[in-house]
């Protein structure tokens, strides 16, 4: 799953109560800028929901006329950055030395969103947003076809424009690292790669201890692929769900899409999507979950902040810690598969005969040498990850081709989860990113995972988070990330905010210690 990002947002605000927010500024030369900025928020608005609307309700023969849309907006939403006036309140912002933390933030931003245009051609920013918004209907079928070769074209050149991008916002050694920067402030794939080679032993070394251990093969009814779970059962229970996370309807949706997302049209305005599945009642339940954690975050931002680029999510990483953590540390516990097992039993009584809470937790913890990502496990997701960073690298350091994808895809699948994809639907084709131009996007599912751990770790030293959990009672929860998480948006960057909330710089060690326990205790390692 992932959070929708139009690259034309850059900083992820919209232009709600601006004039409030104006007020609040207290340099007349911020308050300019600010309210240049209101109409690209708008009009970002108005692009995130016809890329919302793309994903959910567009029939197949209304791609083209989409893309030629989405293409005005951008060029409108381009203009306006590289207007003259934009650069030089900039310039004269960057000048000012007292600034209240706010205005400095608030000036950081900009001049992170604006680099973008300032430096990329508005000739090549149109073009990779025409070829992108067609991709994502070439991907859904040649997904739906497993036919690789009919999206590979169209791939190539999304790649190809992509080195383009990062040549041009230039990097210090690698053009990845530019990529990299644009989800998540600062981060380089020299950075990457540290973090992932300590985290990728301990993870082949529990995978294979959960493997090989006793309890491994232990019967459960509910891993038969054979039954079914009514789609219309399944949807009360991702809204019973939706309503004890405090995800409320009057501020959102809840769609289908091939692919899960969530994306913020709005201040009061964030919709969010799932899948179903006949047979496995848990991916639209864990999707959904996921999907949440996102939601909230962006709505739990502190309201003074509409309107400018402080509002929105700092970074893809934090996003995905928000997400990671109700779908995972949460939505995963024993404490809530006790807490839901009542509502899983009446929905679905048939399926649950004969199926108590141990089946129930091990179900949804199942350990699997997996194909997708998206149903990947905790133990397996971050392999899944590490693969997707290696072959992003490589493609943007020439080292491989697009038409072979499928065949190095398949070479790590063996190497990091232990099977071969049968089919590319399977394989490559699997995820939407791509077809999105959104390269450099991946690694920061991997530390949403480090994020959310630590995280929790703090959270743990101020409130009773297995009790809280049990009694179904998750509003403690909720405003302790609120509080600590949430209501600073993008006023923080990554580093500072896990400084700030934890203590500590990012450790690994955290997210390491939780999965070995927990899989300790599931699997009797």
Known sequence: SCTLRIRSNGVGATARQVSNTIMNVQNNTVKKLLEKYREIALLNEIISTLHWDLNVNLPRKGSEQRSHQITYLTSLITDKWIDPEIKFLLDEC????????????????????????????????????????????????????????SFEPILSKIVDLTRSVADYLGYKENPYDALLDLYEPDLTAAQCRTIFEKVQPSLTQLLQKVIKSKSYNKANPLLDSQKEYALDLQKKLCDFISTKLHYSYDEGRLDISSHPFTTTLGRHDVRITTRYDRHDFKEALYSTIHEIGHALYELGIDKHYSGTPLE??????????????????VGRSREFVSYIEPILSTLFQTEFQNVDQDMILRYVNDVRQSYI??????????????????IENDLMNKKIQTKNLPEVWNVMMKKYIGVVPP????????????????????????????????????????????????????????????????????????????????GEALNADYYLEYLQKKY??????
């Open 423 to 502: 089919t590319d639907r399977e394989g490559v084709l699997q995820d939407v990113h791509w077809s999105m131009g959104s390269i450099g996007y991946f690694p920061t599912y991997l530390l949403g995972n480090l994020y959310a751990a630590q995280f929790t770790a703090s959270m743990k030293k101020k409130i009773s988070f297995e009790k809280t959990i049990a009694k179904g009672d998750l509003l403690p929860i909720l405003n302790w990330l609120r509080t600590n998480v949430h209501t600073h948006g993008s006023m923080l960057f990554p580093k500072d905010l896990i400084k700030q909330v934890t």
């Open 520 to 525: 300790s205790t599931i699997y009797n390692l």
């Open 312 to 329: 929105g999510g700092v970074s893809l990483g934090i996003h995905e810690s928000q997400s990671r953590f109700w779908e995972n540390q």
């Open 94 to 149: 960057n000048s000012i030395e007292k600034l209240t933390q706010e205005e400095k933030a608030i000036v950081r931003n900009l001049n992170r969103a604006a680099k973008f245009y300032f430096q990329v051609p508005k000739k090549l920013i149109l073009e990779q947003s025409e070829i992108t918004s067609r991709a994502f209907v070439i991907w859904s079928e040649a997904k739906v076809n497993n036919d690789f070769k």
């Open 373 to 390: 990502r998206t149903e990947a496990d905790e133990v397996t997701y971050g392999l899944h990850i590490i693969l997707r960073f290696q």
